[in-house]
């Protein structure tokens, strides 16, 4: 059974900060992996999505790596900006399976 | 403005009474699907449909119904709402699942409170 898990669940950093946020899934055969950012009161966004043949995805400040072999991805957020203060999801889809499995995902709180 | 419509946003109701979330998406997609997520349990899925007529479960479908007559519209229904339905509902949208280089678009939410 594939199980995502991101790491850490909150964090808290000072605006301007480069950060990194994780994300680790137990079956590395993986379709994609889909980055997603969560409002309160509001929807998912997407953000990046990494084709399971690709290394990594870039958009604007954000970047976004896929390491299939050892199970992980990680979300590189340049100089942050109290905007990017939101929930961060990571989910995988499961080659032959009709869904995305979601992680519990990260809190971004950025100060300003 | 391409987008996926959840109604309603937000719904009190009492144990039994029948119920229906609608979810309509504008942009010609094949594939939708339903999720719930939890506190601790995150977005799990719960029904999800290829195209028009054809749906299948997720993970968690116990007590909850679709149906896939129009493309646009992926309704939702709970029969026979029990408070472990309580939960915040999503809505989301794919153009096919035939190519693994397109994202999943997601409605604002649904939040059912069943008392």
Redesign the interface.
């Known amino acids: 059974k594939q199980e ?1 898990t991101q790491i850490p669940a909150a964090l808290s950093v000072p605006e301007g900060e480069n950060l990194v946020l994780n994300c680790s899934f137990t079956d590395s055969a993986i ?2 992996l ?1 980055w ?1 950012r969560q409002d309160p ?6 953000l990046l ?1 990494i ?2 043949s690709q290394r990594e995805q870039t958009s604007g400040r954000l970047n976004a790596s896929l390491d299939k072999s050892s199970g992980r991805s990680t979300l590189y957020i340049a100089a942050s900006q109290p905007g990017d203060s939101a929930t961060y ?1 990571c ?1 995988v ?1 499961k080659a032959g399976f ?3 499995v ?4 990260t809190r971004l709180l950025v100060s300003p | 403005e391409a987008q996926v419509t959840q109604n309603p946003r937000y719904l009190i109701t009492v144990t039994g009474k029948k119920l229906t979330v609608t979810c309509s998406q504008n942009m010609n997609h094949e594939y939708m699907s339903w999720y719930r997520q939890d506190p601790g349990l995150g977005l799990r899925q719960i029904y999800y449909s290829m195209n028009v007529e054809v749906t299948d479960k997720g993970d968690v479908p116990e007590g909850y119904k679709v149906s896939r007559k129009e493309k646009r519209n992926f309704p939702l229904i709970l029969e026979s709402p029990s408070p472990n339905q309580t939960s915040l509902y999503f809505c989301a949208s794919r153009q096919s699942w035939a190519t693994s280089n397109q994202p999943q678009h997601f409605g604002d939410g649904t939040r059912l409170s069943i008392l």
């Not at chain 1, 979601?102 to 995902?105: E, L, M, Q, R, S």
């Open positions: 995502v379709y994609n889909q997603f009161g509001k929807g998912l966004t997407s999505l084709q399971s999801l989910a889809v009709q869904k995305l979601f992680g519990t995902g």
